[in-house]
């Protein structure tokens, strides 16, 4: 087996990659960077919580965050309570929950959404079926059920959820993902959250670059490629509508580096 085949292969266990051209190696002129989190500038971990910020990292975004005059928001379905506990004590725009959240300044405080009462039974119900190897986290209104510990109950998972939309009230949707599976409502979407961005200053008249990992930041590769913008997907599988690939996150961060 040829040695880029095998890399391939040990960096990801369930879908062979695509080659794709990478980005550029220096961007040059205005540009505004939109960042999903997990997957892309942090290794994935069975447990969302797992998950650990070097201060190598923080102090990057935050070189980032200046080089660009503010021009930088994560883009992530994590809550935005969440990315800050990450990232602490660093503060920076982000679009949490694909968009059901927004902090527009960098400072500014995001209460997370309660948790609709369907919703909450449905979690309940699923956490009862799949037991403990699958951790079911609940975000308001977005339920996402990680099977990165147990990747044997994702099929099982994804049925669950996708029974329930008949049940659920109408405007939700089941978005799979690399290792697990979650249920948005449909304004929940990453281009619409970068679309929000990119009517404000600093963002406003920037040319958007967007770098993410997994299925449910697709949406977002859209908006970026309709308005002009990069679009780059991590690991990228056989099907994307990304322009650009790199090969995991230790490359993701030399790039992001290469622009400081
Ligand atoms: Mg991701």
Redesign the pocket.
């Known amino acids: 087996m040829n040695e880029v085949l095998q890399k391939m292969i040990s960096e990801s266990p369930q879908k062979p990659q695509a080659v794709m051209p990478k980005p550029q190696a220096v961007l040059t002129g205005e540009w505004a960077l939109f960042l999903?989190?997990?997957?892309?500038l942090l290794e994935h971990a069975e447990h969302p919580d797992a998950v650990s910020v070097s201060d190598e990292l923080r102090s990057l975004l935050q070189g980032l965050d200046r080089k660009l005059d503010g021009a930088l928001a994560f883009i992530t379905g994590r809550s935005v309570a969440a990315v800050d506990h990450l990232f602490q004590p660093l503060k920076l725009r982000a679009a949490g929950l694909y968009g059901l959240e927004h902090r527009l300044s960098p400072g500014d405080d995001v209460e997370i959404a309660d948790e609709p009462a369907d919703i909450a039974a449905l979690a309940d119900e699923i956490e009862a079926e799949l037991g403990r190897g699958a951790y079911i986290e609940r975000k308001g209104r977005v339920l996402a059920i990680h099977t990165r510990a147990a990747p044997h109950l994702l099929p099982r998972a994804t049925q669950l959820v996708e029974q329930a939309l008949a049940t659920l009230p109408k405007g939700y949707r089941v978005v799979p993902g690399n290792a697990g599976v979650e249920l948005l409502p449909l304004e929940a979407a990453k281009g619409a959250a970068i679309r929000r961005f990119m009517d404000i200053a600093p963002f406003t008249g920037r040319r958007p670059v967007f770098l993410?990992?997994?299925t449910s930041?697709e949406n977002g590769f859209e908006t970026i490629n309709d308005t002009g913008g990069i679009s780059i997907r991590v690991k990228p599988p056989a099907h994307t509508t990304a322009q650009y690939g790199l090969a995991g996150v230790a490359e993701t961060l030399a790039w992001l580096r290469g622009q400081l």
């Open positions: 999903d989190i997990d997957g892309t993410g990992d997994d930041d």
